[in-house]
T-cell receptor
Framework: AQSVTQLGSHVSVSEGALVLLRCNYSSSVPPYLFWYVQYPNQGLQLLLKYTTGATLVKGINGFEAEFKKSETSFHLTKPSAHMSDAAEYFCAVSGGNQGAQKLVFGQGTRLTINP | KAGVTQTPRYLIKTRGQQVTLSCSPISGHRSVSWYQQTPGQGLQFLFEYFSETQRNKGNFPGRFSGRQFSNSRSEMNVSTLELGDSALYLC???????????FGAGSRLTVL
């Protein structure tokens, strides 16, 4: 079984500041991990994913995340926030390649960017 | 390539009615998954279809059902609607053997 905990339902940062969104997971099998972003009235857009290999993964729009097995974490970061980053962000885990379509999502973190 | 297309985008139903939502996956994608998104429960997996067969099912009552056609298009049906079924229903498709889902914009259902 898998589960995801996103720490902080709301995060607010200033434009140009570091963005850090926290995600911890639990999985009984080697996990596949994902970050998705959702803008108002839209579906989910994939930011980045970790399956195997390099633990630091880079995604779109300047985001990156690091898989830390010992800490069961997959935190999302961006060095400098832009106003366009304001959205809701979801961390998700799946049970590897056997269940890749069955994602378990965290509750989401709403990111607000202050000018 | 066109993205994942969901219809209708918005609909309003009353309790006890039934609803059918449609999803057209990206061309060439044979796997289609459905998710329900609500403020209280968040994003929850409903079911997944591959080559017209249900391959995975989430923990939802039997009122929620789906099917997939030979062209990979999928529909989901909710019968005897309840107020709690008000949600954004998201469809996602993926290539065979791939581990990434591409989501549609969703169908927002309001049950009055």
């Amino acid at each position: 079984a898998q589960s995801v905990t996103q720490l902080g339902s709301h995060v607010s940062v200033s434009e140009g500041a570091l963005v850090l969104l926290r995600c911890n997971y639990s999985s009984s099998v080697p996990p596949y991990l994902f970050w998705y972003v959702q803008y108002p009235n839209q579906g989910l857009q994939l930011l980045l994913k970790y399956t195997t290999g390099a633990t630091l993964v880079k995604g779109i729009n300047g985001f990156e995340a690091e898989f830390k097995k010992s800490e069961t974490s997959f935190h999302l970061t961006k060095p400098s926030a832009h106003m366009s980053d304001a959205a809701e962000y979801f961390c998700a885990v799946s049970g590897g390649n056997q269940g890749a379509q069955k994602l378990v999502f965290g509750q989401g973190t709403r990111l607000t960017i202050n000018p | 390539k066109a993205g994942v297309t969901q219809t209708p985008r918005y609909l309003i139903k009353t309790r006890g009615q039934q609803v059918t939502l449609s999803c057209s996956p990206i061309s060439g994608h044979r796997s289609v998954s459905w998710y329900q998104q609500t403020p209280g429960q968040g994003l929850q997996f409903l079911f997944e279809y591959f080559s017209e067969t249900q391959r995975n099912k989430g923990n939802f009552p039997g009122r929620f059902s789906g099917r997939q056609f030979s062209n990979s298009r999928s529909e989901m049906n909710v019968s005897t609607l309840e107020l709690g079924d008000s949600a954004l229903y998201l469809c996602a498709s993926s290539e065979t053997g791939a581990n990434v889902l591409t989501f549609g914009a969703g169908s927002r259902l309001t049950v009055l």
